[in-house]
């Protein structure tokens, strides 16, 4: 099924935006932040249906991917794809057809195979997907932990260097309140309208209104009245699967949690494509470096659990992350070594020719897309990764109490503080080894002893890492506040 989108504007629309448009080009007006922030709340956008349009972006190869470095006309475009688990996706072998779309744009570019996200929880791998440095460093593992104005961001960098740099979120943990909107020129809360009663009505449990149609038509908006202005980056943050979102017609594969969760892959596949297409449209694809990943996946009971932010295995840490080229390529580059969250914006500062950050813990793939395009593999750079959660992260009277995953090749490592087996009295540990069980379901603590011994050690080392500005800084929630976060179904006190 091949869904495509396209937005219908207003009349007010066009004047709010235009609006916006003239005040992002006026750098030393006071009230920039202010007034986009206002501009952008006030969008409102319908969607229908029409095929799509095609892809008139050229033919690449490797010397145009060097030669990104020096383009002096380059946009990024980064979306991040709230919940989204890489094995649901066909590009990732999966059986079902849930993301026909995006599989057919990342075949024109480079994907990552083997991607681990930082933390199941969004703010903490989102902290370190946007510094660059592990959950330890970041200091950002608890509710009321913010990212500290020490830290380098992207966007500060980026606009540096002269982009207009606009961010547009859904998820209340990555709200300015906590640090998420250094270095944007505008950074607001998607517009929110009332959802379609189509939607609404396959989906009952849906306590909020808004939805990724109104992230993607305000977005648009900016593209079309700006996208020509200069250098920009466009951050947009798409939450449609976090909430289970779908329609009659992405409705294809059944009606279990896991089932509606392939679902709303598939709407969100339609939704991904309006954007693709109108980056087309508006001219800008041949000039727009595109990058999607995501922040966690979620979990089916595979192992007892469901939903993310409770464990760090597999199923919420192994997400998708591939890059378009303002050209497309013939073959599509994989990959095949493991990357982390923490290694996507050193690649892209390096693609794009600004200055990497000075002080991470994740390192540039750039060397690694090379190698894909001579037909070739290097041996992994950091052969170790890290997913870090701390159980008690929205319980402020509780200690920490952490769940740590080691990755080292196809073997994964996970211990669980706090909580001991009542047989032995050890801490509860588990190793698995992918290659032979691909859903890592299979405990081999005990048969490969060696193996763990060895990244029970490097976990401990990683473990006493700490943020280079000293411990992060609280800021106190209010009750407002926490209701719209547990509306997205956290459990906190």
């Not at 996200?117 to 703010?123: C, L, P, R, V």
């Not at 980056?233 to 949690?257: C, K, R, T, W």
């Not at 794009?352 to 390192?363: H, K, N």
């Not at 080392?461 to 411990?471: A, F, K, Q």
Request: charged residues 25%; hydrophobic residues 40%.
């Amino acid at each position: 099924m091949q869904i495509a989108r396209k937005s219908r504007k207003s009349v007010d629309t066009w004047v709010i935006v235009g609006l916006m448009a003239n005040t992002l080009l006026q750098k030393n007006w006071p009230w920039l932040v202010a007034g986009g922030l206002i501009l952008l709340w006030l969008l409102s956008t319908s969607v229908q249906y029409e095929p799509a349009i095609g892809d008139p972006r050229p033919i690449g190869h490797k010397q145009d991917i060097l030669d990104l470095a020096e383009r002096e006309d380059l946009n990024v475009m980064f979306l991040l794809v709230d919940t989204l688990r890489a094995d649901r996706l066909g590009m990732y072998g999966y059986h079902r057809d849930t993301s026909p779309i995006t599989d057919g744009w990342a075949s024109t570019g480079v994907r990552f195979d083997r991607h681990l996200a930082q933390s199941s929880w969004t703010k903490s791998s989102m902290a370190s997907l946007w510094t660059g440095l592990s959950p330890m460093r970041t200091g950002v593992t608890r509710y009321d932990d913010v990212v500290s104005e020490d830290a380098v961001m992207p966007a500060e960098r980026l606009r540096e260097a002269g982009f207009q740099t606009i961010g547009i979120y859904r998820n209340g943990w990555v709200a300015p309140t906590f640090g998420f909107n250094q270095g944007f020129d505008v950074y607001t809360h998607a517009p929110r309208r009332k959802l379609n009663p189509a939607v609404r009505a396959k989906n009952p449990t849906i306590s909020l209104d808004g939805n990724d149609e109104d992230t993607v038509a305000a977005g648009m908006e900016f593209l079309r009245i700006s996208g020509h202005d200069g250098r920009w980056f466009l951050y947009l943050h798409l939450m449609d699967i976090h909430e289970f979102v779908y329609d009659e017609e992405s409705a294809l594969f059944g009606a279990s949690h896991s089932d509606m969760y392939d679902n709303s892959i598939l709407w969100t596949d339609g939704t991904l494509n309006v954007l693709f297409n109108h980056l087309a449209e508006f001219g800008l694809s041949k000039n727009t470096l595109v990058v999607l990943t995501a922040d966690h996946g979620e979990a089916f009971r595979e192992r007892g659990l469901e939903g993310h932010a409770r464990a760090v295995y597999r199923e919420t840490t192994e997400i998708p992350f591939f890059i378009l080229f303002p050209f497309k390529l013939e073959t599509p580059l994989v990959v095949p070594t493991r990357s982390h969250g923490i290694d996507v914006w050193p690649t892209i500062l390096e693609l794009i020719g600004l200055e990497p950050f000075e002080d991470t813990d994740g390192v540039s793939r750039v060397p690694e897309i090379l190698a894909a395009a001579d037909g070739e593999s290097i041996p992994d750079t950091t052969a170790l990764g890290y997913s870090f959660l701390d159980e008690n992260w929205g319980r402020q009277t509780k200690p920490p109490r952490h769940r740590l995953a080691v990755t080292e090749g196809s073997y994964r490592f996970v211990v669980r503080s706090g909580i001991t087996d009542v047989e032995t009295s050890e801490p509860i540990e588990e190793l698995f080894n992918s290659d032979a069980d691909p859903s890592e379901l299979e405990n081999l603590l005990e048969t490969e002893p060696e193996v763990a011994d060895r990244l029970r050690e490097a976990g401990d080392e990683w473990l006493l890492n700490s943020p280079p500005w000293g411990e992060a800084p609280k800021r106190e929630i209010g009750e407002l506040e926490l209701n719209q976060l547990r509306a997205l179904g956290y459990a906190i006190p």
